[in-house]
């Protein structure tokens, strides 16, 4: 009879000859050839001539700057893999003590993994750690053990999350706890690289920590479809990494929720169809972002002209202001009103000059108000700005009842 352990390390084989077959479809022999065995017979020399005599720029690097941050970023990739499928909800999910076997194998093959990951570039770097910088062995085994330490806690704190929170709770926790790691693995190997002392410490403390969270993930309870699609996640990766410059991706539809009228209430009191069209045209207008950014880049633009200029011309400058406002929102509503989804309707004429009419008033009225408090304050004073306000709204609701013009269309 099987056993967790033979399922576990089945699925191991499984998942590396998946991906040794992917890799080896892209790096045939002519790539070894040309590109591989080249670049590391260059890099390979290269390596050793520093060795030999340590260059200049070498001499003078902050190699005790970049190997934490570089070990930092390798550590991002890391992931405790348990290596279920689909199809084990048949008998995986009545057996728990099965899924915590799998659970405790993956956390030991990551920490293995980690070892090697981590060090085989932590041992590329020791010769300039130790003849640039200075540090002694003591200490380097303290920050390798100390990232490897670090990686796990981080890798194990995933896997227990994973699943247990969506939206912007997710969100939130994992920016807050990717800047916590930041800050726990940087500080202390940026600020105690050269302190045996304090970077002992530093590790006690985080073994200690690596030993708490490994005992609460054992008695956690696995979240099976989230594990479920993070395997599925994690064995296409190598394969869409290869693919991504093959293949082209089609875009992603996102359907977003406009800041302005969520929930389509309504504007207006009134029900005849020029008013219904007017309150759809602003609603569309205020839902689209474009028309956002255009109609309130022309309000800053239009209401700093307004304050630099003197009392006179400033009330020149609201005509002129308005007429310019009237003639875009108009040619807007020519372009909107065209849309096949209204033409479809039977819209007379007069239902058509008046949802123009109605939906330009409120439309304009912000800036209109705006613009003829400022020219107010700049004729008479501070106390001309209410006034000026009220009259510039009665005139030019006025205007807009006796536009009897016929809207083209």
Known sequence: MITPRQLFWIR?????KEQLRAWTSVLDWTVWLYLLIP???IGGGLYREAMLEMPLWAMNFPWTTLYPILLLIILFFGQIRIFVDEADRLFLLQKPEWL???KRHGIAYTLAAKLVVIGLPFSLLVPFLIKVEGLSWLQLVMAYSYTIVIGMILAVSIQMMNGWMRGWRKTAIDAACLL???AVYLIPMLAWAKNATMLGIVLSIGVIVMLLVLRVSLKFKINFEAEVKAESQARLR???LLMSQVVESKPMIRI?????FRRSQRIFRKSDAGTMLAEMRIKAFLRGMTHIRVWISFIFATTYAVTLVPGPIALFLVIALTIIGSTWLQLQWKQWFGEEFLTQFPWTDHDAQRGA????FWLLLL???IWSSIAGYKLLGLWAVVPAAILCFVVWGFISRTAVRPVSI
């Open 357 to 360: 009419v109605l939906s330009r």
């Open 39 to 41: 670049g590391l017979f």
């Open 100 to 102: 915590q076997s799998l």
């Open 238 to 240: 190598s394969t869409e």
């Open 256 to 260: 977003k929720r406009p800041i302005f």
């Open 180 to 182: 916590l790691f930041v």
């Open 367 to 369: 800036p209109m108000l």
């Open 12 to 16: 191991l084989k499984r998942n590396r």
